[in-house]
Every structure is written in structure tokens, then in C-alpha cells.
């Protein structure tokens, strides 16, 4: 085998808190993180020539060492001292700067799939120890499923999977940096943090309610100041029947927990129309293989 074709699935937090700001000049966070099914296609091959090249189907996707992609394969490469390059055609469909680790599932993905091709036998956790130093994202990319991420997000707890439920994403025509919101963030401003322990119960006794009822951001009141359309996304989401709808991650993207999946597809139709977007997207929850009944 010399080509491999892998999905690279988006994320959503279900909950997002800051705790404190580090000596680094990192933040120590508390999340519970979320796979969908909403994916990239990332498409490998081992090459004799020893380079790294991208193809995308995005003009303005750079294929080049300024894609994260692209680092990923090169530290996977130094650090397993395989020999030879790699041709990697990436099919996007996750939107880039919206919260959704768009860039950072790509690199994970690169990962699991280079140790696939290059019959490497890295353990997961080996993988996640090379993805944190690509991004606090990538080990919970590899990880996938449901999980709660503190740290700066490397320190990952596996929690049961949640009951296969509908997601509606809307992002609004803005991009976001994360370092820049980050940025912003002063500790003692944060007044309402999410009720995680809250969460993880309902997790853990399959009480939908109590998880969706209780999902709360603290970086919203950040880059909602900025672009207030994510606070009037979030009221159609609602209005438009939500169990429950938040900003994922640094933002923009606003998703809403639909029960019913033709309410939700019908939601989107409508605010793709209100608000003009461009990149509204129904999906659900992703299910890992081996934890389907446990």
C-alpha cells in the first residue's frame, strides 16, 4: 500500500473555559471537546522523490511549509527517519478559521495516515506526542470522539460517547484568529464559567439535556464584541426550535443542537438565506467504531 485515503473530522466544544493564564504565556483551559462528522478528505502517497507536495481543491489554501499539513508530514518524516516524500491531496470542506480545527485535523490525520503507509506502528499516544508540537488541537484530532481537554488542551480524558445527535453549523463571513482573541482574555473579567462536572454526568448517564442545556464558551463575550452577527445567528438558531446553540471554540462558528434532522436542515436553509452565508453545514455527532453500543 502506497496511498491512503482518510476523513479529517471537525470539532465543536461543547464547553469552553479559561482557568488562568500561564508562565508561557499559554491559557490553561477546561473543554469538552466533540468530533462531527463533518470532514475533509485527505488523500496520501509515499513518493521516491524526497519532498513534501499539496494539492487543494482551495485557491488560496497555500501548499507550501505554511500549511499545517505540510509540517506535520515533515515532523513525522524527522522523527521516524523515513526516507522519501509525500504527495498529499487535501479535499476541503471544513471551514478555515472558525473554530472548528479545520487546519489541526488535517494535520492529524496526515499523522495517522503516514504511520499507516509507512508501517511505523506508533501507538496513538505516539502520534499525540507529535501532534502537540504541531498544535493543542492535532492530539485531540487523532484522539476523536468525546473528550474532556485541559492543559492547553494535550491533556485529554476519554469520556463515553454522546448519543448520536443532529448539529447545525453556521459560520458568518468572517475569519477569526485564536492567538488574537486569546489575546483579549483577562481572568478576572470572566464572570459565568460553564458547569463542566454538569456536563460530564449528563455524558456519562446519556442525559441529553443536561449536556446541551449546560454548554457554555467564555471566549463568546470576547468575539461576539467583534462580530455581534454570531449573537444573532445563535437567537435563529433557538427561534428555529435548538435545544441549545453555541460559538465553537475562538469562533466565528455558531452550531445548534437540532433532535429532529429535517429541522435541522430546514434551519439551515433559513439562516443561510437571512444572514447571506456562505458556509452553513448539517451534520451530527461522530460515533467512534469501537465504542458503537458502549
Not at 487543494?56 to 505554511?66: D, G, I, Q, R, V
Not at 492547553?152 to 492567538?179: D, F, Q
Not at 446519556?206 to 449536556?211: A, M, P, V, W, Y
Not at 438558531?237 to 429541522?263: C, R, Y
Request: with cysteine; net charge positive.
Amino acid at each position: 500500500m502506497d496511498t491512503i485515503r482518510l476523513k479529517a473530522l471537525a470539532k465543536i466544544n461543547l464547553s469552553l473555559d479559561v482557568l488562568s493564564k500561564l508562565d508561557n504565556g499559554y491559557h490553561e483551559l477546561l473543554m469538552i471537546m466533540q468530533s462531527i462528522n463533518l470532514h475533509d478528505t485527505i488523500i496520501i502517497k509515499r513518493t521516491i522523490d524526497p519532498t513534501i507536495k499539496i494539492s487543494t481543491n482551495k485557491a488560496w489554501l497555500p501548499t507550501n511549509h505554511k500549511n499545517i499539513a505540510y509540517k506535520a508530514a515533515e515532523l513525522f518524516l524527522k522523527e521516524t527517519n523515513i526516507s522519501g516524500g509525500v504527495y498529499i491531496d487535501i479535499l476541503k470542506r471544513i471551514p478555515i478559521s472558525a473554530g472548528l480545527a479545520g487546519g489541526s485535523t488535517d494535520a492529524a490525520t496526515v499523522l495517522v495516515g503516514l504511520n499507516k503507509l509507512c508501517k511505523t506502528n506508533l501507538t496513538k499516544k505516539d502520534l499525540m506526542s507529535i501532534g502537540i508540537k504541531i498544535g493543542a488541537d492535532v492530539p485531540f484530532c487523532i484522539l476523536r470522539g468525546t473528550a474532556l481537554a485541559e492543559g492547553i488542551g494535550e491533556k485529554l480524558t476519554i469520556l463515553p460517547s454522546v448519543t448520536p445527535t443532529n448539529i447545525l453549523l453556521a459560520k458568518p463571513n468572517v475569519s477569526v484568529s485564536t492567538k488574537s482573541i486569546f489575546k483579549e482574555i483577562v481572568i478576572g473579567n470572566i464572570i459565568v464559567h460553564p458547569n463542566t462536572s454538569k456536563i460530564i454526568l449528563g455524558i456519562k448517564t446519556k442525559d441529553t439535556n443536561l449536556i446541551y442545556n449546560n454548554m457554555h464558551n467564555v471566549l463568546e463575550t470576547i468575539t461576539t464584541v467583534r462580530h455581534p452577527q454570531i449573537l444573532e445567528i445563535k437567537k435563529e438558531m433557538l427561534d428555529l426550535g435548538a435545544i441549545n446553540s453555541l460559538m465553537s471554540g475562538s469562533g466565528p462558528t455558531v452550531f445548534g443542537v437540532f433532535e429532529d434532522k429535517q429541522e435541522c436542515i430546514l434551519a439551515g436553509e433559513k439562516i443561510k438565506k437571512k444572514f447571506s452565508l456562505k458556509e452553513v453545514f448539517a451534520t451530527t455527532t461522530y460515533l467512534p467504531n469501537n465504542r458503537k453500543g458502549k
